[in-house]
């Protein structure tokens, strides 16, 4: 009854705003992955961290990608998130806020899970604070210290930030996928969750949400093949201006047509994977 509510509420808000996700945005915003593995092994993950390697970005090509947008932006965004996995794992991870904020003007955060947070460095909270980087925590079913986590901001002079999953930190939504690719891509795209809004960098490309780009662990751990095309992402040296990728990141792209939309599973117990493929499909 509840799962019926959520995705009834859920669909009501992707009606009203569809409109948004048609609509080339004005400023720059992305999220980018610094680590693809994670400490917290969340079922049906969406950056198929179960799934990955011991995969860290390297500080060169985090500073190539962030100084090419930068070029095309002149410095203004209007969001950033670094994340993964777990971004707390990525052994440089204060050289890369240092050169996120080096390139950027505007908000800049860490999303984490937040179960390291009481384990790092005053150098890291230094650095926070230098460069002004905020931390979100994403809220799961887990045990935190969070008195001990706001001292440590607090003392440190950083924003700390709790968000929940989605309804609350136990439930989750899920998004199964067609494996054979027959799903409405137009229909797709103005009815999703992230399309327009979860901007994914990997690599020098942008795409309008992280699936064309991180679909390879899916496709390596249960010998599939969903395909990628030149159309799913857009290549950030090969562009004029930021608004050949804004009107890029505003459009349907053909990896749309694997997603099951209309079959988001809303409110469902969180849980940990055990790498099956049916917790995707």
Not at 37 to 66: G, I, M, Q, W
Not at 224 to 247: F, P, Q, R
């Amino acid at each position: 009854m509840k799962q019926a509510l959520y995705r009834h509420i859920l669909y009501l808000y992707l009606l009203v705003t569809a409109k948004y996700r048609l609509k080339p945005r004005k400023r720059l915003r992305f999220e980018t992955d610094v680590v693809g593995h994670c400490n917290l092994n969340c079922r049906s993950c969406y950056h198929f961290s179960p799934l990955a390697e011991n995969d860290f970005v390297k500080t060169e090509v985090f500073e190539k990608d962030f100084a090419r947008l930068s070029e095309l932006a002149g410095r203004d965004n209007d969001n950033i998130d670094i994340m993964g996995g777990e971004p707390l794992l990525h052994p440089e991870l204060t050289t890369l806020m240092e050169i996120a904020r080096k390139y950027f003007d505007g908000p800049v955060n860490i999303v984490t899970n937040g179960l390291l947070l009481e384990h790092m460095s005053d150098a890291f909270w230094e650095s926070c604070n230098k460069n002004n980087i905020r931390i979100i925590v994403t809220r799961y079913p887990v045990k935190l210290n969070i008195k001990r986590i706001k001292e440590l901001a607090g003392k440190h002079g950083v924003t700390l930030k709790f968000r929940l999953q989605f309804m609350h930190e136990h439930t989750w939504c899920r998004l199964p996928f067609d494996l054979s690719g027959s799903q409405n891509i137009k229909k797709n795209f103005k009815l999703c969750l992230v399309a327009n809004f979860c901007i994914f960098l990997r690599d020098g490309k942008l795409s309008t949400c992280c699936l064309p780009l991180l679909i390879g662990r899916f496709n390596n751990q249960f010998g599939e093949n969903m395909e990628t095309a030149c159309n799913d992402y857009i290549d950030i040296y090969e562009v004029n201006d930021i608004n050949e990728v804004y009107k890029f990141v505003s459009r349907p792209i053909s990896f749309c047509r694997y997603c099951k939309i209309s079959s988001w599973e809303i409110g469902i117990k969180w849980g940990l994977s055990k790498k099956e493929k049916n917790e995707w499909i």
